[in-house]
């Protein structure tokens, strides 16, 4: 046993890509059964509790596995696992810092509910649900943890195969007509990802962050504009991702079309634009990184203030409700992005920590308008008077809870968050804006919300029928731990801060992040000349 | 005589306009080419970021310089996935079309089709 901890205490960057690839592929060889009842066959009983065993312990162990490397991450210590032993900037490199391993951490804390509420029936109204849900935390975690450009891109492409494939689980002509949209627009972000960097390695020379963190910095004379092209292009892939302005307006659609657990799950795909974002735009061009510092600063904030404002509006003038949550996962990328965009350690912490949050409470959001949409009969999602819902009670206290939550109410966390964003904000130049938009926009959350509240439970109009049964324990308890999530959030919002501050202010120091991945040598490459 | 990086680079140009242009039509066939010029754009210009070298050993074998290995792997790994997921989109484009009984991005004909449709 101690010899396995020891193996995992080494490899732990790399075994936390490999659990979740193997696990899919272990549920691939166990069969589709799925596949078969949707044929019509016998439905296959004995390989559905099989699947659903081995997914949920595997993302379990995933879950210790990423709670450990937070403790880890939290001493201090940046742990560099090089693939193969090659040394850093000519080999890959997977880097695991406090932002990698919060990161990940938030990933299952998403995706151990969202499978949970998953195996109450989702998962079986198509095909390889449980096979692919692994392939996607696969890319999840590999895009947080590597520290190569290139690789990032290689882990963009495995997450967005498998969150096409996610998307289009369920079918029906919605989903296919909205999946054309996303799977174009991502391909085509892809293209202009390789552009953004191939035209980086083109000025430096290499595309390992660490090795691009020094040689951005060096550069001088014709090179420094084709640098800044890179990163303004890498900010338009990462934006896309991200839901800014005005790459936006494919999300609400998209995430709407999508089923509950998926939509759930895809709360952190915003995410991971914002984690890149952060990645290459702090410490590739961070604030001394030479004539490119700060590349896109003049870009960001203002993108980011208006998404916010322009995501809140979607969300009053939303007809659905998974539409209107969708609209809440963009106003809030746009919150987290502006603090991001003030570029100070402690705007980035507030920002961090109001990641956490956002992240968990619209992934629950989404999972409670589909149990509240299910009990509506007909009228589903859809904002009008329609029967009353079964569990009146129980599901407007969660919404309210949930609101209550979005909105940023005390004690909630998400007035935590907001707080700190705005006394982060105190005294920098931008700080008349994101107060007031960052106010503005708390208080339409609250009508947003509430309007679709008063519409849902007590614009109600009898039935004769009655409406449908409650909703399943399971599915419950899935949206609970969601909500329980938050409020660990905010007990513990002391040491939860210390961290994201740690995490923010190692991001900033852009030297130990080079000496940790290259070593002392600094044997980094130039831009190849041909010469021996 | 236009030397070699003009031609590349007005190449990989006129490429990537095409792509552009069909990227942007209402059909999901035309968009999947658009799609696929892109891709063939990029992998150029990615190739082209190690400069261009004449005369110059494709692999570390005997004198003289060697042309930039890297932006090959990197072309290579850009090359296969380029291929899986155009394989994905065009499968998607079919059954979409099977789904919403039309070809048009939009999953549905345009209210005057006619005009639209060249």
């Given amino acids: 046993m101690n010899g396995l901890l020891d193996v995992w205490w080494q490899h732990a960057p790399v075994l936390s890509v490999v659990l979740p690839s193997l696990t899919a592929v272990v549920l691939l060889l ?72 919060l990161m990940v951490l938030l990933t299952y804390l998403v995706a151990v509910p969202v499978l949970w509420y998953a195996t109450g029936g989702w998962d079986m109204r198509g095909r390889y649900f449980h096979a692919v849900f692994q392939f996607q935390l696969m890319g999840l975690c590999g895009a947080f943890l590597t520290g190569d450009l290139f690789n990032l891109f290689v882990f963009f492409e495995v997450l967005l195969i498998a969150s096409y494939v996610l998307l289009l689980h369920g079918q029906g002509r919605e989903r296919f007509r909205m999946g054309v949209h996303y799977v174009v627009l991502n391909l085509s972000a892809s293209a202009l990802f390789l552009i953004g960097v191939s035209m980086l390695y083109a000025v430096t020379g290499t595309l390992n962050m660490a090795d691009l963190a020094g040689r951005v910095a060096a550069l001088s004379g014709d090179s420094v504009p084709l640098a800044k092209a890179a990163a303004a292009i890498l900010l338009v892939v990462f934006g896309l991702k991200a839901a800014l302005v005005p790459l ?209 439970f007590w614009h109600v109009q009898p039935v004769a029928d009655g409406p449908a049964a409650g909703s399943s324990l399971k599915l419950l308890s899935a949206a609970w731990v969601f909500m329980a999530l938050t409020v660990v959030l905010a007990v513990v919002a002391e040491p939860v801060k210390r961290y994201t501050d740690d995490a923010a202010r190692q991001l900033t120091d852009r030297a130990a992040y080079q000496k940790a991945v290259l070593g002392d040598r600094l044997q980094t490459t130039r831009p190849y000349t041909g010469e021996r | 005589m236009p030397s070699m990086e003009a031609l590349l680079a007005s190449g990989v140009g006129v490429v990537t306009a095409a792509g552009v242009y069909l990227l942007l039509r209402g059909r999901t066939f035309p968009v999947v080419l658009g799609l696929t010029l892109v891709g063939y754009a990029v992998n150029v210009f990615i190739f082209v970021m190690g400069r261009l070298w004449s005369n110059a050993n494709p692999l570390l074998v005997g004198d003289g310089p060697v042309a930039d290995p890297l932006p090959q792997a990197l072309v290579l790994t850009a090359i296969v996935i380029g291929f899986a997921t155009t394989g994905f989109v065009i499968e998607l484009a079919l059954r979409s079309r099977q789904e919403n009984g039309s070809d048009h991005v939009d999953g549905a004909e345009p209210a005057s089709s006619a005009e639209v449709r060249r």
């Avoid at chain 1, 078969?36 to 993302?59: E, P, T, Y």
């Avoid at chain 1, 999508?258 to 634009?273: D, E």
């Fill in chain 1, 30 to 101: 166990l069969g589709d059964p799925g596949g078969l009842s949707a044929q019509g066959g016998a439905h296959d009983g004995g390989r559905v509790a099989w699947q659903r065993r081995v997914a949920l312990a595997s993302v379990g162990l995933g879950l210790l596995a990423a709670a450990a490397m937070v403790w880890r991450a939290s001493q201090g210590e940046l742990m560099v696992y090089r693939l193969g032993e090659w040394p850093a900037p000519f080999g890959i490199v997977l880097v695991l810092d406090r932002l990698s391993a």
């Fill in chain 1, 248 to 456: 936006f307006f494919w999300l609400p659609g998209t995430y709407a079309a999508a089923s509950a657990p998926v939509a759930a799950l895809f709360a952190i795909m915003t995410k991971v634009g914002v984690y890149s974002i952060i990645r290459t735009h702090w410490v590739i061009f961070g604030a001394d990184a030479g004539e490119a510092a700060l590349a896109v600063a003049d870009w960001l904030l203002p993108a980011a203030l208006v998404t916010s404002v322009l995501g809140v509006l979607g969300a009053l003038a939303a007809q659905h409700m998974s539409r209107l949550v969708a609209y809440l996962t963009v106003s809030s990328v746009g919150t987290i992005m502006a603090s991001v965009g003030l570029f100070t350690p402690d705007t980035l912490s507030a920002a961090l920590y109001y990641t956490l949050h956002s992240t968990i409470v619209i992934a629950g959001l989404f999972l409670l308008v589909e149990l509240m949409a299910a009990q509506r009969g007909d009228a589903g999602d859809h904002l009008q008077p329609a029967s009353a819902v079964r569990e009146p009670v129980l599901l407007g206290l969660m919404m309210l809870f949930g609101a209550a939550s979005a909105a940023g109410l005390p004690p909630l966390p998400g007035f935590l968050g907001k707080l700190m964003l705005l006394q982060s904000s105190h005294g920098l130049a931008a700080q008349a804006w994101i107060w007031a938009v960052v106010l503005t926009v708390g208080f339409f959350t609250i009508i947003g919300l509430a309007r679709a509240g008063v519409v849902v």
